[in-house]
Structure formats: structure tokens, C-alpha cells
Nanobody
């Protein structure tokens, strides 16, 4: 059974940091792009950052310079380091990988940034 399990969310004050992790099991994602998405209440889910198997990285403009996506191929794990957090970063954060048209999603982890 393929699973993506996120962790690391929580409540933090504005300006603080959090590090999200996504552990993949049941399949090797090393040859696939992996990504972080987020969904705030009443808003559509949006792509926050993605990293290809070759290490190409792309970020949502709103998080550039504050968030860093990395992956550990040996551990089949995806990370998102979030610094200088803002209240508008409050959302449920999801790990994702699309493989041959199939969309794998984690259950999400809540990030709440207080002002």
C-alpha cells in the first residue's frame, strides 16, 4: 500500500519557523517529482513548491526566499523548511506526487501562524 504521511505542522507565531516532513512508503518516488501543496479555509488548493527527480525546484511566488523544499532519496522523504512564517501561510499542507496519471496525496498537516 502506497502512503504519504506528513508531519511537522503546528501553531507558530509570525516570523517563526516549521519544518514539514513527508515520508513515502510502498513505492520508490526517487524518479518522480514530489511537491507540497496547501489549502487555506475557503480557498482552492495551491502548489507551494515542487522538486523533480533531477533536483529542479520551483516555488509559489508568495513563499520564495522563505520556504525551502528538499528531498532525501535514500529515505524516500520530502521536506519543507518554512521560515519567516506569515499569518497568510496558515493552511493544511499536503505532500503529493503524480505517477503515470495517478495522484498520490498525504492526509495533510495543519500549519497555523498567529499574528
Amino acid at each position: 500500500q502506497v502512503q504519504l504521511v506528513e508531519s511537522g505542522g503546528g501553531l507558530v507565531q509570525a516570523g517563526g519557523s516549521l519544518r514539514l516532513s513527508c515520508i513515502a512508503s510502498g513505492r520508490d518516488f526517487s524518479t518522480n517529482t514530489m511537491a507540497w501543496h496547501r489549502q487555506a479555509p475557503g480557498k482552492q488548493r495551491e502548489l507551494v513548491a515542487q522538486i523533480t527527480s533531477g533536483g529542479y525546484i520551483d516555488y509559489l511566488d508568495a513563499v520564495k526566499g522563505r520556504f525551502t523544499i528538499t528531498r532525501d532519496y535514500a529515505k524516500n522523504t520530502l521536506y519543507l523548511q518554512m521560515d519567516s512564517l506569515k499569518p497568510e501561510d496558515t493552511a493544511v499542507y499536503y505532500c503529493n506526487s503524480d505517477v503515470a496519471g495517478y495522484h498520490y496525496w498525504g492526509q495533510g498537516t495543519q500549519v497555523t501562524v498567529s499574528s
